[in-house]
């Protein structure tokens, strides 16, 4: 893997000069994970934050009953776990490969001793920190005041917002996106059915094609 090259392509670090760059690979240490093994644990002393370049990370939280609720899936050219390296806390939830992944570690100590000497470096992460907050402000906010059938919409919408066509693949299996939409698979797959009845999209496999987009954003917009 080249570090640099990986580096310049986390969002969390972009439009850094070049020398910030060569300093932050300079620290980074390349880790590999297979399918289904644990990167960090919630409520664990957050040693540093991680940054998917080939596959996906699955953060999630489970209930005493041993229910999972999935947070968030973050991808190459994403940060994770960097909120509580700067707060000198723990991990908030699991962090979970979904599958072979490679990925660059960043120590907590030498992202710090990085960050006191560049205080350029420290507002852009400040920034970025911002736009994930916006980001689980919204997830808390689709998850507690929308209906179901207004999160899968939502939810679609979301998958057809970063694709040239209004056909593409689910990004996760099914079971698992019923957990991060808060509900379970039996009720996806009812609303998918009813959604498809409607013409409001079609469904082949894990092949979505959306048919009428205007109806699936009112179904998002009125499920507040």
Same mark, same amino acid.
């Given at each position: 893997m080249d570090k640099l090259a990986a580096v310049k392509g986390i969002a969390f670090f972009e439009g850094l000069p070049e020398e910030k760059? =060569?300093? $932050?690979?300079?620290?980074?240490?390349?880790?590999?994970?297979?399918?289904? #093994?644990?990167?960090? $644990? *919630?409520? /664990? +002393?957050?040693? *540093?934050?991680?940054? @998917?370049?080939?596959?996906?990370v699955k953060i999630f939280r489970t209930s005493p009953a041993g229910k999972e609720q999935i947070l968030h899936i973050f991808g190459p050219g994403e940060a994770? *776990?960097? /909120? @509580? /390296?700067?707060?000198?806390?723990?991990?908030?939830?699991?962090?979970?490969? %979904?599958?072979?992944l490679e990925t660059l570690f960043f120590p907590r100590k030498d992202f710090e001793r990085i960050i006191r000497e560049d +205080?350029? %470096?420290a507002m852009k992460m400040m920034a970025m920190l911002s736009q994930r907050l916006r980001i689980l402000v919204n997830k808390i906010?689709?998850?507690?005041?929308? #209906? =179901? @059938? !207004?999160? /899968? !919409?939502?939810?679609?919408l979301l998958l057809r917002s970063s694709?040239?066509?209004?056909?593409?693949? %689910?990004?996760?299996p099914k079971?698992?996106?019923a957990h991060y939409l808060g509900?379970?698979?039996e009720t996806l797959s009812r609303i998918f059915k009813r959604f498809a009845e409607d013409k409001i999209i079609e469904v082949s496999g894990k092949d979505i094609t959306i048919l009428d987009e =205007?109806? %699936?954003q009112d179904i998002a917009d009125q499920g507040r």
């Open positions: 760059f =060569t300093k $932050l690979a300079d620290i980074a240490v390349i880790k590999k994970f297979k399918k289904g #093994e644990t990167l960090f $644990l *919630g409520d /664990v +002393p957050a040693h *540093g934050f991680f940054a @998917p370049v080939i596959g996906r994770v *776990g960097e /909120v @509580p /390296v700067f707060q000198g806390g723990t991990f908030p939830a699991n962090g979970q490969a %979904l599958e072979k +205080p350029d %470096l906010d689709d998850l507690s005041l929308k #209906e =179901t @059938p !207004a999160r /899968v !919409a939502s939810y679609l694709q040239d066509s209004a056909t593409f693949k %689910l990004d996760l079971g698992q996106i509900t379970i698979q =205007t109806a %699936l």
